[in-house]
């Protein structure tokens, strides 16, 4: 039997700490064919030259050197334009995917392509280990784990992230570190949005779901994602591009929600990720007078995120500590 060849993209900026890790862990996939694409952000550390190393070492590597730093945005797009595989499985520079990662998303995608007797852009995404700097552990789930009911798709899609609308099977992330699809599937949308060094996932995943695009998920955490501390990493940063996001979609939101209320929603948001809890309780009092419906809908909706968002606001704060 021929199988497809698989490209493993892996985009890093000084990680010469952790990539090895995780390009050993695209080496143990029990897959064949294989090819290991890695870009080297103009790194500022070691990082090049031990994957000239690795790739002298393994010949499913190949190695890409930018002579500035571009971005993830722009990485991820040089990934695609470069790949030579048909389908495409992104993996990040300090994580580890279990050996029959790929092997499993392919199945998925093509089980789930049979069942359909049209042809439609479809994206995989796994559930999540995700360790934190101070040792706690969470399962993260992503949309989709639910085998064929209820699939999120298209538009629907666009509304649960944008304007938070309730969405059966459509909760979780989806994170580029544990995504993989056809190889055309990334080009009906161009890729990435160059422009975003941060939330480009998110960005990618609106714009695939407004093309139509179906969201498979496996419950199986297949991914192992160590949340490391850098310099690219902040609340302010996070939010910044979160802020451009809504900005860059805002005819979709005013189309077919309230512009105005997402603006105040993601602000409360970034408050209560800084910790400015007083002020973020007058702002939420203030916006359910306002938009007394959105409010509680999108509050109620929210509590399951509760634990994750704390989670995160702590590493921010942390980040934060080291960093300065």
């Not at 909760?171 to 975003?196: E, H, N, W």
């Not at 902040?234 to 603006?263: A, E, Q, S, W």
């Amino acid at each position: 039997m021929n199988l497809p060849l698989i490209t493993i993209g892996i985009a890093t900026y000084n990680s010469f700490e952790t990539v090895e890790r995780s390009i050993y862990s695209a080496l143990s996939q029990d897959w064949y064919p294989l090819e290991i694409l890695v870009v080297d952000d103009c790194s500022k550390d070691n990082t090049f030259n031990l994957l000239k190393k690795l790739e002298e070492k393994h010949k499913e590597i190949r190695v890409i050197h930018n002579s500035q730093n571009l971005g993830i945005g722009f990485v991820r797009n040089q990934i695609i334009c470069e790949a030579k595989g048909e389908f495409l499985a992104f993996f990040d520079d300090d994580d580890i995917s279990k050996n029959n990662r790929l092997k499993s998303q392919y199945q998925r995608i093509i089980n789930y392509e049979k069942k359909k007797k049209n042809f439609v852009p479809v994206i995989c995404h796994t559930n999540r280990k995700v360790i934190y700097p101070n040792g706690i552990i969470r399962i993260q789930s992503t949309m989709g784990t639910k085998l064929d009911s209820n699939i999120p798709k298209g538009i629907e899609v666009a509304k649960r992230i944008l304007l938070g609308k309730h969405l059966i099977n459509g909760y979780g992330s989806c994170p580029t570190c544990s995504q993989m699809a056809r190889l055309s599937t990334y080009k009906i949308v161009s890729g990435f949005d160059s422009k975003f060094r941060r939330g480009e996932d998110t960005d990618l995943i609106i714009r695939l779901a407004l093309n139509g695009t179906h969201f498979i998920g496996i419950q199986e955490a297949l991914v192992e994602q160590t949340m490391t501390i850098s310099s690219d990493k902040g609340v302010d940063i996070d939010f910044k591009y979160m802020f451009l996001l809504l900005k860059k979609h805002k005819t979709f939101i005013k189309k077919y929600g309230n512009y105005n209320f997402c603006f105040h929603w993601l602000n409360i948001k970034y408050l209560f990720s800084k910790r400015i809890y007083f002020r973020a309780i007058v702002k939420l009092i203030l916006l359910l007078i306002k938009y007394p419906i959105e409010t509680i809908k999108r509050f109620t909706l929210s509590l399951q995120n509760l634990q994750i968002n704390n989670d995160f606001a702590f590493f921010h704060k942390e980040s934060n500590k080291k960093i300065n």
